[in-house]
């Protein structure tokens, strides 16, 4: 240790010279696997270094001496690296001194910098979610560890409020370029935007398949740009949307510590809103125990038309007693379809999406009989976050 700190050539030299005299493709391959696997370990060993004196440097503002404009500038300038990777190295820099695991991990080269940002990031919101999270780093490809590392954060902070903060300050902004053509940039909530999402991902990756066959193979980009147009042009493509649901999450209405709602490879959606839609008949609900799924769970996309109608006739406004809300309303399982309500008139009410919402997050219920129903606050719902001390 003391000689990187006094002479930092030292450390610098013999790797210089390895490279140098690497002839890669005179390799053996098993002779350059265990090099890789060697070198990807210096890597990662390198990561932590730096990971350590970025958040040093941050510290002591040298890098306002520097001219810098920022800490992330300077150590982006540095690392020929893009200001995000720099900014995401000072973050963990900054969370690993909470998180003594994770801290140990990224010293003893298990992770690389990417790794630590995700696992740090999922681990200042709950950070008993350490160790799960650095056993699934050693097994799992990033893609699927950013995956749990969401969930770890939609869980912890609470699936709901978190999208209503970001729904509160959400966009779409639309301009055109020099040349006219039209840009669009948005910032939405994920339980709105990930429907969106997966629709547009669906009639892609068909496009790309039908493309694909007639040999006019364009960029996925491309055909996700088709995809958008085909949503007011009428030629799309019908798709079927999958959430996957912990059952104990569904039964519960929120996710806790290792539950998961997700869409295909998009966003966590929260459990209500994965409800909603699925009522709505957007999206198919699969209850998912680890990585198989259990069972699709029916929602209200089998409610006939003819019991529709005679819905809307039998409750013309919000059946909550003093709403008087008509427009926008939803369709609800009195007793829960995650809990075998059936999707029978005396089962069904119409609620404004307001109390659709309170009933199904927040632990409200309908008591009584269509034309007498009485509003009650259920039992008290266990809502604090997995990592409160008791
Ligand atoms: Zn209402």
């Known amino acids: 240790m003391?000689?990187?700190c006094e002479r930092p050539e030292d450390f610098v030299v013999p790797m210089r010279e390895f490279v140098t005299l690497l002839d890669a493709s005179r390799l053996h391959p098993q002779r350059a696997t265990e090099l890789f696997e060697k070198i990807s370990e210096v890597a990662r060993l390198a990561d932590a270094a730096l990971t350590l004196l970025a958040g040093c440097?941050?510290?002591?503002?040298?890098?306002?001496a520097a001219g810098?404009?920022?800490?992330?500038?300077?150590?982006?300038?540095r690392m020929g690296a893009p200001l995000g990777h720099a900014t995401a190295m000072l973050n963990t820099a900054d969370r690993?001194?909470?998180?003594?695991?994770v801290r140990e991990a990224l010293l003893a080269g298990e992770l690389s910098a990417v790794q630590a940002d995700e696992i740090s990031a999922a681990a200042i919101a709950d950070a008993d979610a350490?160790?799960?999270?650095?056993?699934?780093?050693?097994?799992?490809?990033?893609?699927?560890?950013?995956?749990?590392?969401?969930?770890v954060r939609a869980a912890a902070i609470g699936d709901e409020n978190a999208n209503e903060r970001i729904r509160r300050g959400r966009y779409l902004r639309h301009w055109q370029d020099r040349d006219n053509a039209v840009r669009?940039?948005?910032r939405m909530a994920p339980d709105d935007a990930a429907p969106l999402i997966a629709v547009i991902d669906a009639r892609a990756h068909a496009l790309s398949a039908e493309a694909r066959a007639s040999r006019q193979l364009e960029t996925f980009?491309?055909?996700?740009?088709?995809?958008?147009?085909?949503?007011?042009?009428?030629s799309s493509v019908k798709t079927v949307v999958n959430v996957h649901v912990s059952g104990s999450a569904l039964d519960r209405g929120h996710t806790i510590a290792g539950e998961t709602s997700r869409i295909d490879g998009v966003t966590p959606i929260s459990v209500g809103a994965a409800k909603r839609l699925a009522i709505n008949g957007f999206v198919k609900i699969l209850e998912t125990d680890g990585a198989d799924v259990r069972r699709v769970v029916h929602a209200g996309r089998s409610i006939p038309a003819r019991l529709r109608t005679v819905l809307e006739v039998r409750d013309p406004t919000c059946v909550v007693p003093g709403c008087n809300r008509r427009y926008g309303l939803e369709i609800d399982h009195v007793t829960p379809f995650a809990l075998g309500g059936p999707a029978s008139l005396e089962n069904l009410v119409r609620l404004c999406r307001y109390h659709h919402s309170q009933k199904t997050l927040h632990g409200w219920r309908l008591e009584g009989e269509p034309g007498n129903w009485i509003w009650k606050r259920g039992p008290h719902r266990d809502r604090s976050p997995p990592a409160a001390g008791g």
């Open 130 to 151: 350490q160790e799960t999270l650095l056993s699934h780093a050693a097994t799992e490809s990033v893609a699927s560890l950013r995956e749990r590392c969401r969930d």
């Open 221 to 234: 980009e491309a055909y996700a740009a088709d995809a958008l147009t085909s949503l007011v042009d009428g």
């Open 184 to 186: 669009i940039d948005a």
């Open 2 to 4: 003391p000689f990187m």
């Open 96 to 101: 690993i001194s909470e998180l003594p695991l």
């Open 68 to 77: 810098s404009s920022s800490a992330a500038a300077w150590v982006a300038d």
């Open 57 to 64: 440097v941050e510290e002591t503002r040298v890098w306002r």
